[in-house]
């Protein structure tokens, strides 16, 4: 009984040691990663940015996402935003709020891997590379919206406490965080969601549980999804058919395709930056030049990691199907590895096809997990084997994990250095940005400050440009249009559409537009504001008549009374 008693005391003394250790090890990454969080943000608060923080204004005077402004994006995106501006929160506060999103989700990785993995290393790892090289860097930045990643770790994580406890209700909390992400990124939560509900089903049958059973398991995993994504349809009711229509189909079709040759065009790409960077520093070229030759490495190295990752899980596999390579993982962490795996192919899919590097980090993300697992897994068969090709898979994914750490100090370093050197800043009555370049800051100013003095709060504005800083969310004036961007009429040429922006423009007495002709995407001719929106320019210089030119933006005034 003593003897009992002395075992159960010491088991208890080591898990409360190991609690302690990762707690503190918690503490330490939340202040790390808040310091890379909370550097200056000089994007000027463009494109993807701008939408986001623009967008949550027009609720404030009353308007619906979808049916009174263009969202292509899950509501939740609009809605919590908007439930901070009414907060009284500006626009900095908000970003703020953001960051430490960012920082919470690198946490949840920790306490995700942590249990995945059973050791408090393999968890710091994961943590930083999805914080400094996963979506919450790539996708916009710290200061965005990252709430679904978030939320599908933390589903994540409630659907292994199932696979090593059975408490079904485990799977019914795993479902409302899937629920809760898709309201925000339907498609990329959605592809987790998927991989939960395959390996569910694929783990049932592999232990033989009656149909009855898996059944049961599945629809508790489906009841939590349910719950959430009725509630959020009931919020919105009024505008639920052009929110299915936005979301579900408007989505898929916005932006650029490329195609498999096109990612094959960038890895190159990404190889040749790598190598001039380089060359460049040996040459002896400024020291900060080492910051870009470590993201090009860091973007070429997440380019290829989707395949390695694939590759070496398949030779993983196979060798350890026998009972003669060592400790084989428990049940639960096989399932958890595959439903991750799924999860980051089901996200590569859309990556794959639309090239950019912020589509590739959703699917990267996940898979940084297996990364570190398959690691540590080839060292130790390595060890026990002795096997060349085991060796040389464990230094690869060295290489692999040692570039994704040098990402982590260039992000920290510029973090770091941007609070240090003062960077020029524009202000408005609801929030302020800092930019990198300082004649665009003094322009983006004069723009402002012309603004606030010919209009007051709640009057119409409209800006052209897709890199105008958010001049909608700095003043709170409204836009007369459907469009906060002018990004999906560049990329998908509309006469109807440019009609309906007129129309607006005209409709509504819009006091100023912020307009510039010269703007698109790449060299391409085809993408060009000027090429793809004839009858929208024609409309504002028609309607329009100058005001003040200011560097590269024109402001124009209504011709009318």
Not at 28 to 53: K, P, S, Y
Not at 80 to 93: C, F, T, V
Not at 216 to 234: E, F, H, I
Not at 535 to 552: H, K, M, T
Request: with cysteine; glycine share 10%.
């Amino acid at each position: 009984m003593a003897f009992g008693a002395t075992e159960d005391s010491a088991a208890a003394g080591t898990s409360s040691v190991e609690s302690r250790r990762g707690l503190l090890i918690g503490l330490a990454l939340a202040v790390w990663f808040g310091v890379a969080a909370h550097g200056l943000d000089t994007n000027g608060a463009t494109l993807d940015m701008g939408e986001f923080l623009s967008n949550p204004v027009r609720m404030l005077y009353g308007e619906l996402p979808y049916r009174d402004f263009w969202l292509v994006t899950a509501p939740g995106e609009v809605l919590l935003p908007a439930w901070l501006y009414q907060l009284g929160l500006d626009m900095n506060g908000v970003k703020r709020v953001m960051a430490a999103v960012s920082v919470l989700a690198g946490l949840m990785a920790f306490a995700v891997a942590r249990r995945l993995l059973k050791s408090d290393l393999a968890a710091t790892l994961v943590a930083c590379l999805v914080f400094f090289d996963g979506l919450t860097y790539h996708h916009q930045g710290f200061r965005y919206i990252h709430v679904y990643l978030v939320a599908v770790l933390a589903a994540f994580g409630c659907l292994l406490h199932f696979w090593s406890s059975g408490r079904r209700r485990s799977l019914f909390a795993c479902g409302l965080l899937l629920g809760v992400g898709m309201s925000f990124r339907l498609f990329y939560a959605g592809g987790a969601a998927a991989a939960c509900f395959l390996t569910l089903a694929w783990e049932s049958r592999r232990r033989g549980d009656p149909p009855g059973s898996m059944f049961r398991n599945l629809g508790a995993l489906a009841s939590g999804v349910l719950v959430v994504l009725a509630g959020v349809s009931l919020l919105l009711a009024d505008v639920l058919p052009e929110m299915g229509w936005s979301v579900l189909v408007e989505s898929v079709a916005h932006g650029s395709v490329r195609s498999a040759g096109g990612y094959l065009e960038l890895l190159i790409e990404a190889g040749r930056s790598l190598a001039s960077t380089a060359g460049a520093l040996f040459l002896g070229a400024p020291g900060g030049l080492w910051v870009k030759a470590v993201g090009s490495l860091e973007e070429l190295l997440t380019r290829l990691l989707p395949f390695l990752v694939v590759a070496l899980f398949s030779v993983w596999s196979r060798a350890t199907r026998s009972a003669a390579s060592g400790p084989h993982p428990p049940p639960a962490v096989r399932a958890g590895l595959w439903t991750l795996l799924i999860w980051g192919g089901i996200l590569f899919l859309r990556g794959f096809t639309r090239g950019s590097i912020q589509k590739i980090a959703h699917a990267t993300t996940p898979l940084f997990f297996i990364l570190v697992f398959l690691w540590r897994e080839f060292r130790r068969l390595g060890n026990e084997s002795g096997k060349r090709s085991h060796r040389l898979a464990a230094s690869v994914l060295f290489v692999f994990v040692l570039g994704f750490g040098l990402h982590w100090a260039a992000v920290t370093y510029e973090q770091i250095e941007s609070r240090i050197h003062l960077r020029p800043v524009v202000r408005g009555p609801y929030g302020k940005l800092y930019m990198s370049n300082r004649a665009n800051a003094a322009d983006a100013q004069r723009v402002i400050d012309l603004v606030t003095a010919k209009t007051r709060e709640g009057d119409f504005l409209f800006a052209t440009p897709k890199k105008a800083p958010v001049f909608y969310a700095l003043t709170r004036r409204r836009n007369p249009t459907r469009y906060d961007s002018l990004i999906d009429l560049v990329y998908r040429p509309s006469e109807a559409a440019q009609r309906e922006v007129c129309g607006a423009l005209v409709g509504h007495p819009t006091a100023l537009v912020v307009h510039s002709r010269s703007w698109g995407f790449g060299s391409d001719p085809a993408l060009q504001f000027d090429r793809t929106c004839p009858i929208l320019n024609d409309c504002i210089e028609r309607e329009f008549e100058p005001l003040a030119q200011v560097g590269e933006y024109e402001v124009l005034r209504s011709r009318g009374p």
